[in-house]
C-alpha cells in the first residue's frame, strides 16, 4: 500500500498483456520496498485484463501506487498527472511489445513511452514473458539485439529469462525482484 511519503526516484512499471500481469502489484511492493515511487502503465490489453478479469482490480493497483493507472495517451490540453520516470522496467514484457518496440512503434501508450525513453537516456529494464515458439520467430534475435544496442538492458538468455514452452508459464513465479535488482542504484 501507497505510504504517500515521497520517495526520490520514480518508476515507470510497464506491463505487458502476459500471464504475471495478473501479479504486477507483486512487483509495485517489492519495487516500493527498494523506495520507488511507482507508476503503473498497462499496456492496452493488460488494461483490458485487469478491468474484465477482477472487478476493482484498477482502483486497487491506483490505491497501491498512489497514481492514476494509465494505459492510453492524454489529450493535449490535459496536464501529465504522473512525475517523470527516472528509470523505466518494462516486465512482463510481450513478444509483441518487443518487436514493436525495436522496431520504434509508438501506437500505444505504453509503447510511446518506452520508445521515446530511449531517446531520452533513461534507464530502461526489460523482462521477458514468452514461449519458446515465439523465440524462434526469424525477427526477434535482430529485435532484441536493436534494444541492446539502444541501451535497453533486456534480461534474456542463460541466467537471465530463459523462455518457456508454449503453454507452460508460471505466472505468480515472475521474477520481479531479479528485475527490479537490474535497475540502478541509488546514488
Not at 482502483?59 to 492510453?72: C, D, I, Q
Not at 513465479?173 to 540502478?184: G, H, N, R, S
Request: proline share 10%.
Amino acid at each position: 500500500m501507497w505510504t504517500g511519503r515521497v520517495n526520490r526516484r520514480t518508476l515507470y512499471l510497464v506491463a505487458c498483456a502476459a500471464p504475471p500481469v495478473r501479479h504486477v502489484s507483486v512487483g509495485i511492493c517489492a519495487a516500493q520496498a527498494a523506495d520507488w515511487d511507482v507508476c503503473l502503465i498497462l499496456t492496452p490489453a493488460a488494461y483490458r485484463w485487469a478491468v474484465e478479469d477482477a472487478e476493482g482490480e484498477i482502483e486497487k493497483l491506483r490505491e497501491l501506487t498512489g497514481h492514476p493507472v494509465r494505459h492510453s495517451f492524454k489529450l493535449p490540453s490535459q496536464p501529465d498527472e504522473l512525475p517523470a520516470p527516472d528509470a523505466i522496467l518494462v516486465a512482463p514484457a510481450t513478444f509483441n511489445t518487443l518487436n514493436k518496440w525495436a522496431a520504434g512503434t509508438a501506437d500505444t501508450l505504453a509503447l510511446g513511452l518506452i520508445t521515446e525513453a530511449i531517446g531520452l537516456g533513461k534507464p530502461i529494464v526489460a523482462l521477458p514473458s514468452f514461449n519458446t515458439a515465439q523465440a524462434r520467430h526469424p525477427a526477434f534475435e535482430r529485435n532484441i539485439k536493436t534494444l541492446r544496442e539502444a541501451g535497453v538492458n533486456v534480461l534474456l538468455g542463460e541466467g537471465k529469462y530463459v523462455p518457456r514452452p508454449p503453454r507452460q508459464g508460471r505466472p505468480h513465479e515472475f521474477p520481479w525482484q531479479f528485475a527490479l535488482d537490474a535497475l540502478p542504484r541509488e546514488e
